[in-house]
């Protein structure tokens, strides 16, 4: 029996499929005993993503309940007019929470959470690379979610609407700390969105079965490879959003004041330019979901896999050119009201794409009513309705009469629940089988498909012609004799209806959901990996695939994977590992040291949400402590990922030997540290957009009278001062990498004169804008001081990573091997460097450049 062939020799066509290697012997135990979970109260440590992603699972769901909750009271104030069940404050706390919780706690992080589980079974991975990042993930979002869900029993919860439009959201409107819970809880449940999306990113591109290039990709991983590029993309401008909100609050810095030069529109574009990408960020994975379903229920192949794929980058792309839809009524000029109106329909041609393939392979196909095919079936008649009023919307004048009315509220709903609550109980009633070891009932789920589906439409549809005769949104009553009666008692009925399936849900998931142990194993006759044989490290071995339903076109996989005759059957250091592969073609490169179970990310995760939850009630001195914890156990968790002495390169079978240690651009970390600066990037973008949105604003008065600005040459010393810092770090990366053993004697001394010069370009800010600068008179003032802020914010954080590197040097665990955390740290300290000219330039130039004009 042939050996698997070297990777050097690895090619795409199914001719090239090796044979499987011998049964290996006594390797099992040894797997079993690094990937065993800690027990007792050290379990809560655990980092294995089949334990983190069911977590993850179950809370966002308590969260959907929540919210469902709140939507029933909100519907049963609504049966009748004048009604005097909740009162208006209760009901725009209510209203405002249940829109905050579906979207930020429940819609991103359901989608997220269920990749944690899926991805590395899908893609027949042992673990995600980053395991403690996204059990800190999971950590933040709970902690932050149940600090935030808590304000709504405090009577303190916010009460503006979820979209927290200023000047109604400013101190004179909301003197409160009702909004502070949602700029400081949100915020903070963003960061874990991202540290999500940076796992998912790496992951997709980085932990593949071998064989697995981007062609054989299942689209599931292609729908979250896009989902988390536009988290990066997207989120950084409500986190710069809420950040300039909370300034204004806290600090009186006019952003949002017209009186003193801010602009409330600037909060609409930053927010929409989050919001409505948002839309499709938790439509795409549910997308991936149905086209991972859809040939398993038709029991064929997916049609048009490359216009799939093709449809989902697209969307993601032309989802960006659309967040001035939500703005056509604020006068606007009329090219930008017919750019975003065409954006706004060209984005359906992509969806329509996606949807008509579906349709042709469950034509192509046997379909059989199960109870993920009827979820499907319910997805594509709700979410063609919610495209079909998308496209009303999308025409302005048509928005001019709908807009804040129930028409718009019945659009929202259609979208969001048939374009993601669908496809997601799909998924869960597809993939419990997965996880447990029984299946979820098929009798019990029609009857839950029933009455979620009835109830979706009796609920959501008499909401169109609600809003069409007059019903405005956001109103906590309304007068008898309208006409309006009828219709919201009908949509309350269907929203009690629609619970009603819910409940039936989690009464079923009780009697049959039991997880660990053997799973319930392939019910579906499904061709994809995560039906593999499985345990707490997921697959046994690691397989070479050959095409993209290698299950139904290799079907002695999961037997040769079960009896470790595949890639990697064991542990070859002791701990637990996973195979990182290259990004294009799926080659295996290296084996990875998988962080283990520890409570260094569980206490960052707990220091970080008290860190905001005291500063949401003004315990400043206390969230300064815990902010300075919340660091020093971020350090304790980064000192423990040092791999120690180096292993020596391992057999991972056939002969194939690959390192248990790699730096540069074929490291995982590398790739996590490109993806941070660019999510750190988008946030100074959106500063500098603010800046420029602002100047433009009041062109007369940028800078306002009485800031005078110093000569050029203190700008282009800043600007030179930066430089010089990037260039000694080259300096001190290129002597790493060279033929002297002694790799950071001479980094330690330039170290010595980076902090200075970092220090000094960021304080070269102060002095180009140093006279009558004042961020509570101006627009300009705010907006140079938040840039400025920033930058020297960023210094810190680079001269913190300095410290760091220089203390792991000092500790022998940095050398001319064993250097990925100090190219790491380069990388950041370049893109630093970079900010810190960028600002220089926008602040030194364009008020100039304005008084030219």
Not at 295 to 306: E, F, K
Request: glycine share 10%.
């Amino acid at each position: 029996m042939n050996a698997p062939q070297r990777p050097d020799s690895f090619e795409a066509a199914p001719s090239a499929l090796p044979n499987p290697l011998p049964r290996p012997e006594n390797e099992l135990p040894d797997l079993e005993r690094a990937w065993k979970p800690p027990r007792g109260i050290a379990f809560l440590t655990e980092t294995n993503n089949n334990f983190v992603g069911l977590w993850y699972v179950g809370t966002a769901l308590f969260f959907f309940i929540a919210a469902g909750i709140m939507a029933l009271l909100m519907r049963a104030q609504l049966a009748q007019p004048e009604n005097a069940l909740l009162g208006h404050e209760t009901y725009n706390q209510l209203f405002t929470m249940h829109g905050t919780v579906m979207m930020f706690l429940f819609a991103v992080p359901a989608v997220e959470a269920a990749s944690v589980y899926l991805l590395p079974n899908i893609q027949a991975a042992r673990d995600l690379p980053f395991p403690r990042l996204s059990a800190y993930a999971f950590w933040a979002y709970f902690f932050g979610g149940l600090f935030f869900l808590s304000s709504l029993f405090q009577g303190v919860a916010p009460n503006t609407g979820w979209f927290m439009y200023p000047p109604l959201t400013s101190t004179e409107f909301s003197p409160g700390v009702n909004a502070d819970y949602w700029l400081l809880g949100i915020g903070f449940i963003e960061i874990s969105a991202i540290a999500g999306a940076i796992e998912i990113i790496v992951g997709v591109m980085k932990t593949r079965a071998v064989g697995m290039s981007l062609n054989k990709l299942p689209v599931y991983s292609w729908a979250m490879l896009v989902f988390a590029v536009m988290i990066v993309i997207g989120f950084p401008a409500i986190i710069l959003g809420t950040i300039l909100l909370e300034l204004e609050r806290a600090f009186d810095w006019p952003f949002f004041i017209a009186a003193r030069g801010g602009d409330s529109l600037l909060w609409q574009h930053l927010f929409w330019f989050f919001g409505h990408p948002e839309v499709y960020i938790i439509f795409l994975p549910a997308a991936g979901m149905v086209s991972m379903i859809v040939p398993t229920v038709a029991q064929t192949p997916l049609v048009g896999y490359r216009l799939v794929v093709l449809a989902l980058i697209a969307t993601g792309f032309l989802s960006f050119g659309l967040w001035v839809h939500h703005m056509f009524t604020t006068g606007l000029p009329k090219m930008s009201l017919g750019f975003f109106s065409a954006a706004s329909a060209a984005v359906a041609i992509p969806s329509g794409i996606q949807v008509f393939a579906w349709i042709a392979t469950i034509a192509s196909g046997r379909m059989k009513l199960t109870t993920p095919a009827l979820f499907i079936i319910g997805f594509l008649f709700i979410f063609t309705l919610g495209g079909l009023t998308g496209v009303m919307v999308a025409v302005a004048p048509f928005d001019w009469v709908a807009h804040d009315t129930y028409f718009v509220v019945a659009h929202l709903h259609y979208v969001l629940i048939g374009g993601m609550v669908f496809p997601l109980f799909s998924a869960l009633y597809y993939w419990v089988p997965v996880a447990s070891k029984r299946q979820l009932s098929e009798k019990w789920g029609r009857w839950v498909f029933g009455l979620m589906f009835a109830g979706m439409n009796i609920a959501f549809f008499p909401m169109h012609i609600a809003g069409l005769i007059g019903m405005p949104r956001r109103v906590y009553t309304y007068q008898p004799g309208l006409g309006l009666d009828p219709y919201n008692l009908v949509s309350t009925i269907g929203a009690f209806m629609f619970a009603a399936g819910v409940a039936l849900f989690l009464i079923d998931m009780l009697r049959n959901f039991r997880p660990g142990g053997e799973n319930a194993g392939n019910v579906w006759r499904a061709p994809t990996l995560e039906w593999l044989p499985n345990g707490n490290y997921n697959t046994r071995s690691v397989p070479w695939i050959a095409s993209r339903d290698p299950l139904w076109d290799q079907p002695k996989l999961p037997q040769e994977v079960e009896e470790g005759r595949w890639y990697m059957p064991g542990t070859v250091t002791g701990r637990r590992e996973a195979l990182v592969t290259s990004p294009i073609e799926a080659r295996p490169q290296y084996i990875l040291i998988v962080p283990g179970p520890g409570w260094a990310h569980v206490l960052a995760a707990a220091f970080t949400a008290a860190f905001f939850a005291l500063l949401t009630v003004k315990a400043n001195y206390l969230a300064l402590a815990c902010g300075i914890a919340g660091i020093g156990c971020v350090m304790w968790w980064l000192w423990q990922l040092d791999p120690g002495p180096i292993v020596p390169p391992a057999d991972i079978g056939g002969g194939v030997t690959l390192p248990v240690y790699a730096t540069g651009p074929s490291s995982h970390s590398w790739w996590a540290m490109a993806v941070l600066m660019v999510v750190c990037g988008m946030i100074y973008t959106c500063l500098v957009f603010s800046y420029l949105f602002l100047w433009l604003v009041n062109p007369t008065a940028w800078p306002p009278a009485g800031v005078s600005l110093a000569p050029g040459w203190a700008g282009l010393a800043g600007i030179g001062l930066y430089a010089l810092s990037s260039l000694l770090m080259w300096l001190a990366y290129r002597r790493l990498g060279g033929p002297d053993h002694r790799p950071l004697i001479v980094p330690v001394l330039v170290a010595a004169a980076l902090v200075p010069a970092l220090a000094a370009g960021a304080l070269g800010l102060w002095a180009e804008l140093s006279v009558g600068l004042d961020p509570k008179g101006s627009a300009y003032g705010a907006a140079v001081t938040t840039m400025l802020a920033m930058q020297i914010l960023f210094v810190g954080i680079v001269v913190l990573m300095a410290g760091f590197t220089l203390a792991r040097w000092w500790a022998g665990k940095i050398d001319r091997v064993r250097r990925s955390i100090f190219d790491n740290v380069t990388l950041f300290w370049h893109y630093t460097t970079g900010q810190g000219i960028v600002a220089l330039t926008v602040i030194h130039g364009f008020p100039r450049l304005a008084g030219g004009l």
